[in-house]
């Protein structure tokens, strides 16, 4: 079956302006986590949900950070008022159950550059 | 804190040659291990996880890496990497105190030389 696939691949925005990064992980899988990569750097988690429930948002940076899960497949991460240092490329992982003990399947992520 | 080190940025190696990653974490406890790799334009893959028992680990395309709680090390091998291998790699450590969190190191760029 399909991966986890993300949208847009890439978004420039200027800054001040509110974005929107689409995440569709694997059907069926419960949890689904996002991520922040710097250039250079490793992946920083941002946030989980199990199902609808957002059970973890302790690495989201700043209030201008929020992701939902509506209906426990699809998810969005938004980003509001964008400043440069939120250029970065934003991945999206899911997971069969919940639990760090489960393998994560990673989309190809989303570039979001902030001029 | 807990936290992960991987102290090579960038390693080239010859085609054929043998590998070894470094990989150093620091927690209380024992940790759930991960090596991730990351091809160009491609989502993160799971290589190998550790999380109890034997501690040396088989995984995909030939690689294998091994837990040593004395040097609090998780070391990624491969005995003859391909031309295909050249990607980055990523180590991260996953915690008994969150259902959730996994923390990364901050990855080896590999290289191969024809």
């Known amino acids: 079956g399909a991966g986890v696939s993300q949208s847009p691949r890439y978004k420039v925005a200027k800054r001040g302006q509110d974005v929107a990064l689409r995440c569709d992980p694997i059907s069926g899988h419960v949890s689904l986590f996002w991520y922040q990569q710097a250039l250079g750097q490793g992946p920083e988690f941002l946030t989980y949900?199990?199902?609808?429930?957002?059970?973890?948002k302790s690495g989201l940076p700043s209030d201008r950070f929020f992701a939902e899960r509506p209906e426990g497949s699809v998810s969005t991460l938004k980003i509001q008022r964008t400043q440069q240092e939120d250029s970065a490329v934003y991945l999206c992982?899911?997971?069969?159950?919940?639990?760090?003990?489960?393998?994560?399947?990673f989309g190809p992520g989303t570039r979001l550059t902030v001029l | 804190a807990q936290s992960v080190t991987q102290p090579d940025i960038h390693i080239t190696v010859s085609e054929g040659a043998s590998l070894e990653l470094r990989c150093n974490y620091s927690y209380g406890a024992t940790p759930y291990l991960f090596w991730y790799v990351q091809s160009p334009g491609q989502g993160l893959q799971l290589l190998l996880k550790y999380f109890s028992g034997d501690t040396l680990v088989q995984g995909i395309k030939g690689f294998e890496a091994e837990f040593k709680r004395s040097q609090s090390s998780f070391n990624l091998r491969k005995p003859s990497v391909h031309w295909s291998d050249a990607a980055e790699y990523f180590c991260a450590v996953g915690l008994y105190s969150s259902a959730s969190k996994i923390i990364f190191g901050s990855g080896t760029r590999l290289s191969i030389r024809p």
């Open positions: 992982a899911s997971s069969p159950s919940g639990g760090t003990l489960n393998e994560q399947f």
């Open positions: 949900f199990q199902n609808e429930a957002q059970l973890d």
